[in-house]
């Protein structure tokens, strides 16, 4: 195992990791369960950034393949889910005089 720093992998672990944590802060808030899926998907593209900078992807290439797999497919159905949910009307407030 060998530390390589690399900013880009670095930077994406860093953007992966504050989507995550307002995925679950979302969540927390009551804005449903797809800010939290997506934080996991993100979550999960992190850690195979965290592998990259911490010199195991060849180690763990396949498992980090399929773990890449599944979040792209949990993006997918999140934008599948979005797509297809009609959205509900807002209330309309009177016209103020």
């Given at each position: 195992m060998s530390l390589t720093f690399d900013l880009s992998f670095a930077v994406n672990l860093l953007l992966c990791v504050l989507i995550l944590i307002l995925g679950i802060r979302a969540f927390k808030l009551g804005k449903g369960k797809m800010p939290l899926l997506l934080g996991i998907a993100f979550g999960l593209f992190g850690l195979s950034?965290?592998?990259?900078?911490?010199?195991?992807?060849?180690s763990l290439s396949k498992v980090l393949l399929i773990m890449r797999i599944f979040a792209y497919l949990l993006v997918v159905y999140i934008q599948y889910q979005i797509a297809t949910t009609p959205q509900k009307k807002q209330e309309e407030k009177p016209a103020e005089n």
């Amino acid at each position: 195992m060998s530390l390589t720093f690399d900013l880009s992998f670095a930077v994406n672990l860093l953007l992966c990791v504050l989507i995550l944590i307002l995925g679950i802060r979302a969540f927390k808030l009551g804005k449903g369960k797809m800010p939290l899926l997506l934080g996991i998907a993100f979550g999960l593209f992190g850690l195979s950034h965290l592998a990259n900078l911490l010199g195991l992807h060849d180690s763990l290439s396949k498992v980090l393949l399929i773990m890449r797999i599944f979040a792209y497919l949990l993006v997918v159905y999140i934008q599948y889910q979005i797509a297809t949910t009609p959205q509900k009307k807002q209330e309309e407030k009177p016209a103020e005089n």
